[in-house]
Nanobody, 119 residues
Framework: QVQVVESGGGLVQAGGSLRLSCAAS????????MGWYRQAPGKQRELVAG???????NYADSVKGRFTISRDGAKNTVYLQMKSLEPEDTALYYC?????????????WGQGTQVTVSS
């Protein structure tokens, strides 16, 4: 069993910053990738940023230059540093973990953390 828990969301004014954290725990043999999706009301869930085991990262075009994903491998934790936030960034942010556990590969989601950017 693997658990994914996010933290760090909140309310911030446009132009401000927030840092999200996500920790994976449980019966983990290896983490292939972790990252963040977001879903705004009435919109589909979209990839925000991801980082794979080798360290390569990818970002949605809308957040490039403003968001930075990083990780602490020893803690199975990823971080999303968000700067120059815009009202359009308001969404529920979900962390995911692509994990080898108990001889199988599975995809796990956190419960989500709300980010609200006021104009």
């Amino acid at each position: 069993q693997v658990q994914v828990v996010e933290s760090g969301g909140g309310l911030v004014q446009a132009g401000g910053s927030l840092r999200l954290s996500c920790a994976a725990s449980g019966s983990i043999f290896r983490i292939n990738a972790m990252g963040w999706y977001r879903q705004a009301p009435g919109k589909q869930r979209e990839l925000v940023a991801g980082i794979i085991s080798g360290g390569s990262t990818n970002y949605a075009d809308s957040v490039k230059g403003r968001f930075t994903i990083s990780r602490d491998g020893a803690k199975n934790t990823v971080y999303l540093q968000m700067k120059s936030l815009e009202p359009e960034d308001t969404a529920l942010y979900y962390c995911y973990a692509d994990v080898y556990s108990d001889y199988r590969r599975d995809f796990y989601w956190g419960q989500g953390t709300q980010v609200t950017v006021s104009s």
